[in-house]
């Protein structure tokens, strides 16, 4: 019988090699995330466990990036345990207040290779399903387990895929996508279960599109989010100079339990609207809808191609008068590639705000909080209720094309109507 | 073990972020947290809840983030246990992980009203609605989960694996 992308990693991993979809497997961990909210949490329950050495501590990485720079001293003294945690562990990679976003960070420096099983205590390390990768997140608890042991138990997913056809248009992006097909299954639609995306048209993905799909896969309740290894992947791993990946593809007789078809060309940009990531619609039908605030930036859009875009669209013009425009490139490689290029001054001079590299505004953390009743457009992954500050504001969610004009406009639009 | 308390009723998909909002995610102690437990969808919940009192929601319970500071703060509120229709993957982990049981049972969802008294039994299966007069069985865990439950949860499971290596 034949297997999927996924189900192959969880074989590589693990020496229950006859499992089926429901079982409980035991599997080896290749990378171990933590961040300044779930690590010093982990930290403690490690300590619970007994003193002792972490499993590898080449195979661990902390990244401070949700509330930093520091917001105040509660969440500096996160950061601080933190810090100490790694100097006395020796724990190798460690990324400190201002690298950026760990699911930004991670590809860059190429902490992931296609073929690992990567933990992350973040629920956003589905993210890395697009290099081909097992990835998934978990709270403090199990990731204490997994520094101590090196493993963990996993229930083996049922597999969904969604199909790929045909060419997406010119403001049509991986986070339309994304939205689009959790628009159709619902913030459930996925429950448990791998997503992988596949089909003729997955070539139009570039990986910066598949990090943003595969970062919200968990945003319809799957496991993982998964891309197969292919010409696209290997280019960003060869540009890298990875070596020892593994290049798994589906098999043809592999089972899935859910196929969705999706046609690139018939995809409008999408707006998620309050207070579901499943409430997309084409941002042609969302009406009259005026805002206040617009962030670009995120795990899910703060990639150099996300800020190419908003640059390309806003060069020349302003932010609308009664609207913030804030951008947090994902990293300090990106706010550098950003800078090299000239788009943080075309946002610059367009009145957009330039935040430090990290998580805050996306979760309401700090920075660009909203008040109530206000409403923001961002590329970020969710719009519960409260998300972003108030519980009585708004978010939005959508490509980084159409906040950008969105900014501009004052309302929501679809770029056409600026470009 | 049983349990027993008040049903606490909500809708579908409650989220970690109405379960506790992002910008209390720098506290970590339990209590801490338990003040601002459902914030997002009903603020006078740290006031109303009483211990033992069982939480209960619709399809997918816990959605959204890692973040174990949500199953922390019902469980620092007393909250006894959580019964839904169904649960998303980590919140139902790490409610496991730090013994805070959480029950699937869609039927007695649909048959219960807020402020029910509802009585769990773990160790029969059993979930009473007694002011209903209902019983539903409740389904049984995978053997492993049952290992991790009955050594207290993952850390004891971690120090007892840590001595057989």
Known sequence: MGRTVTEKILAAHCKQGNFKPGDIIDVDVDLLLMNDITGPVAVEVFNKMGDGDVFDKNKIVVVLDHFTPNKDVTSAKLSKT?????AEKGICHFYDAGYGIEHVVLPEDGLVKPGDLVI????????????????????????AGIMALGKTWLKVPEQMKVLLVGAPGKWVSGKDVILYVISMIGTDGALGKSLEFDGV????????????????????????GMFAFDEVTKKFVDALGLRDYKEYKSDADAIYKKIIDVDLSELEPMVAMPHLPSNGRPVTEVGDIKIDQVF?????NGRIKDLRIAAEIVKGKKVHPS????????????FAQALKEGLIETFTDSGFTILPPGCGPCFGGHLGILAKGERCVSTTNRN?????????????LANPAVAATSAVAGRLVHPAEVM | MKIKGRALKYGDHVNTDVIIPGAYLSLTDPKELAKHCMEGIDPDFP???KAGDIVVGGVNFGCGSSREHAPMALKGCGVGAVVAKSFAAIFYR????????????????????????????????????????????????????KDILSLGGLIEYVKNMKGRA
């Open chain 1, 82 to 86: 933190m810090r100490d945690f790694v």
């Open chain 1, 201 to 224: 048209g997955a070539k139009y993905m570039d990986m910066d599109s598949r990090f943003t799909i595969c970062n919200m896969a968990v945003e319809c309740g799957a496991v993982n």
């Open chain 1, 120 to 143: 992350g205590g973040d629920s956003h390390t589905v993210t890395h399903g697009a290099l081909g990768v097992f990835s998934t997140g978990m709270g403090s608890t199990d990731v």
């Open chain 1, 296 to 300: 670009i930036g995120s795990c899910t």
């Open chain 1, 323 to 334: 609207v913030r425009g804030l951008i947090a490139p994902g990293s300090r490689k990106v």
């Open chain 2, 47 to 49: 006031k109303k809840v």
């Open chain 2, 94 to 145: 790490n409610a496991i992980n730090i013994g805070l049981p959480l029950i699937e049972c869609p039927e007695a969802v649909d048959e219960t009203d807020e402020g029910d008294v509802l009585e769990i039994d773990m160790d029969l299966g059993v979930l009473q609605n007694i002011t209903k007069g209902r019983s539903y069985q409740i389904p049984s865990l995978p053997e492993s989960i």
């Open chain 1, 384 to 396: 519960f209720v409260g998300r972003m500050g108030d519980k009585e504001s708004e978010v939005y």
